[in-house]
């Protein structure tokens, strides 16, 4: 059974820096992995999605890598914004039927 | 405006009582999903549906029941047989051939 595990739980950085939040994943096999943000009592917003034939996918400030000999993904945010303070969540599927398995989740604050 | 709608924001149920939450996409998903977040825990699949007439329970579905009598909609009934329904419960859809994975703004159920 897959599990996703995210490292750190909380990390506080003054504005400006750039910061890599980690995942890691004990399957393989893993076929879609998706990174998310959560803002408080709110839902999830997809932020990057790296398909199973992918590397990497960069948005904007962010990029995401995956290698899955490793059973690693990394989501890197550069320059970093009191705007970007969220919980990011990342999340793979193995299989066909899109199932995500999610990390617990890292909680950051960006500071002024 | 295409997305996740679910309804209602909050939710407040009484014990030995059945809720239903809904959850409806306009974004021509096959697949639909359910998830319930608890504090400091990942998300969790309750049940999901590929297809309409057609849906499969996930990792925590006792006390949970669902039904897909239209691509569109996906609602999800907490029943009393559900000890600890006090969560956050988020719909998402998405294409079954593994593609990125939408999310509603969550329903807050608390029991009263």
């Known amino acids: 059974k897959q599990e996703v595990t995210q490292i750190p739980a909380a990390l506080s950085v003054p504005e400006g820096e750039n910061l890599v939040l980690n995942c890691s994943f004990t399957d393989s096999a893993i076929y879609n992995l998706q990174w998310f943000r959560q803002d408080p009592g709110k839902g999830l917003t997809s932020l990057l999605l790296i398909q199973s034939s992918q590397r990497e996918q960069t948005s904007g400030r962010l990029n995401a890598s995956l290698d899955k000999s490793s059973g690693r993904s990394t989501l890197y945010i550069a320059a970093s914004q009191p705007g970007d303070s969220a919980t990011y969540l990342c999340a793979g599927n193995t299989g066909t039927a899109s199932k995500l398995t999610f990390g617990t989740g890292t909680r950051l604050q960006v500071t002024l | 405006d295409g997305g996740i709608t679910q309804s209602p924001k909050y939710l407040f149920r009484k014990e030995g009582q059945n809720v239903t939450l809904s959850c409806e996409q306009n974004l021509n998903h096959d697949a639909m999903y359910w998830y319930r977040q608890d504090p400091g825990q990942g998300l969790r699949l309750i049940y999901y549906s590929q297809i309409v007439n057609d849906f499969q329970k996930g990792d925590i579905a006792e006390g949970y029941s669902v039904s897909r009598e239209k691509k569109e909609s996906f609602p999800l009934t907490v029943t009393s047989a559900q000890k600890n329904p006090t969560a956050f419960y988020l719909c998402?859809?998405?294409?079954?051939?593994?593609?990125?994975?939408?999310f509603g703004q969550g329903t807050r159920l608390t029991v009263v």
């Open positions: 998402a859809s998405g294409d079954w051939k593994n593609t990125e994975a939408f």
